[in-house]
């Protein structure tokens, strides 16, 4: 069964940084593409970034770009996301998501995390 | 960037009824388009991938269609367990982008 678990979700204050982790399990994590997807509170569904089978190309929605940073390592079967310089607006639930099909087809959701940015 | 919008943005529909949900996309996107669905305090669950197929689990009465720039997700026979919000997002072209979600009352 595939799982997909993230951590590290936190209050954190403006202009903080956080790490969130993702752990997998249940296939062949240097088999897939993955990325992470963000929900605020109340509204609709963001992708956040992406992250290829071997760690490059990675890419980046234009709203975290310079401030966050994928990256994975395939030994621990695990994704990251290093968000830096937060703002109230990076207030959400991140989730880990796995491609199957395509690049960015978003077949397999985690949980989510919550992170809130507040002072 | 390529846009998604969706309509209606909510609906309310009796059980059994039959329910449609569009989605454009600002440029033709092929058949990459998947349909999600979202239950408060749940992740995402893929419905539909690339356009029309149906993941497997998911019951029968949800289906897709489109291709292009013209979307289509169709509850055949709406019940109370499919009362959620609904989002199309494209994979054709990064960034990858939502549908700002339908959401499906009774």
């Known amino acids: 069964e595939v799982q997909l678990v993230e951590s590290g979700g936190d209050l954190v204050q403006p202009g903080g940084s956080l790490r969130l982790s993702c752990a997998a399990s249940?296939?062949?994590?240097?088999?897939?593409?993955m990325n992470w997807v963000r929900q605020a509170p109340g509204k609709g569904l963001e992708w956040v970034s992406y992250?290829?089978?071997?760690?490059?190309?990675?890419y980046y929605a234009d709203s975290v770009r310079g401030r966050f940073t994928i990256s994975r390592d395939n030994a621990k079967n695990s994704v990251y996301l290093q968000m830096n310089s937060l703002r109230a607006e990076d207030t959400a639930v991140y989730y880990c998501?796995?491609?199957?099909?395509?690049?960015?087809?978003?077949?397999?959701w985690g949980q989510g995390t919550l992170v809130t940015v507040s002072s | 960037d390529i846009q998604m919008t969706q309509s209606p943005s909510s609906l309310s529909a009796s059980v059994g009824d039959r329910v449609t949900i569009t989605c454009q996309a600002s440029q033709d996107i092929n058949k990459f388009l998947n349909w999600y669905q979202e239950k408060p305090g749940k992740a995402p669950k893929l419905l539909i991938h690339?356009?029309?197929n149906l993941e497997t689990g998911v019951p029968s009465r949800f289906s897709g269609s489109g291709s292009g720039t013209n979307f289509f997700f169709t509850i055949s026979s709406l019940q109370p367990e499919d009362i959620a919000t609904y989002y199309c997002?494209?994979?054709?072209?990064?960034?990858?982008?939502f549908g700002p979600g339908t959401r499906v009352d009774i």
């Open positions: 249940g296939f062949i994590f240097s088999n897939y593409e």
């Open positions: 998501v796995r491609d199957l099909r395509y690049s960015g087809s978003f077949d397999d």
């Open positions: 997002q494209q994979f054709d072209n990064v960034p990858f982008t």
């Open positions: 992250i290829s089978r071997s760690g490059s190309p990675i």
């Open positions: 690339a356009a029309s």
